[in-house]
């Protein structure tokens, strides 16, 4: 999949996806893990993301998939050893996403101390919306994340309450990998996060983005 960044004259594709864990204080103590002392990055796969108007597909193997909202931060000046001061300066665009979980296959690879690759990786597991241009955003320390599930809400918060602030992460992440345009940080849950069923409707928004709208669908069975 292939995304346009603000200014840009071609699409170029999406590159890694470096998500946050436990980047809300609240959302640590809601799944009972410790407070990170610094970020605690995971990878997805690209080709687990979808757009607006998409539909999460729910994979057989799991029974217990788990909606969590998150800003996303669209790189689009690359970069290695970032400094904290110029971190923002790489971002093309914001956008509200979902990190879909399946959080049974999640739980058993914490117990084995195994990976959480294939809990979190699985096709349609990272909504993305529509990019905003970075600078049509405001602070992005200021920004009102939400996710209404069937008209109801079911998590909201302010990225003030973030542990590692965006440009931390940006910061920090370029401490290890590469950063080039078209990666995607996924900066971190708020806490609410629950389940999901087919045919669930689940609306994403953050201020100064356009909102993000995904049905969530049963996967076909297994021959």
Known sequence: ???SLPGANTAIPIGKLLCIGRNYARHAEEMQSDVPDEPMVFLKPASAVIRSGD???????????????????????????????????????????LDMTARDIQSRAKERGHPWSVAKGFDTFA??????????????????????????????????????????????CSQIFTLAPGDLIYTGTPD????????????????????????????????
């Not at 998939?65 to 690359?78: N, P």
């Not at 110029?86 to 914001?94: F, G, I, K, M, S």
């Not at 008209?151 to 910061?171: N, S, W, Y």
């Open 1 to 3: 999949m292939k995304i």
């Open 55 to 97: 539909a999460v597909v729910l994979p057989n193997r799991s029974r217990d998939v788990h909606h969590e909202v998150e800003l996303v931060a669209v790189i689009g000046t690359g970069g290695t050893g970032i400094s904290r001061e110029e971190a923002l300066d790489h971002v093309a665009a914001y956008a509200v996403g």
């Open 127 to 172: 909504p993305l919306g529509p990019l905003t241009p970075a600078d049509q955003v405001g602070d992005v320390q200021d920004l009102t994340v939400s996710l209404r599930v069937n008209g109801k809400t079911r998590q909201e918060a302010t990225t003030q309450d973030m542990i590692f602030p965006v440009a931390e992460l940006i910061h920090s």
């Open 192 to 223: 609410g996060v629950g389940p999901v069923s087919a045919g669930d409707v689940l609306e994403a928004t953050a201020t100064g983005c356009a909102p993000l709208r995904v049905e969530v669908e049963a996967g076909r069975q297994e021959e």
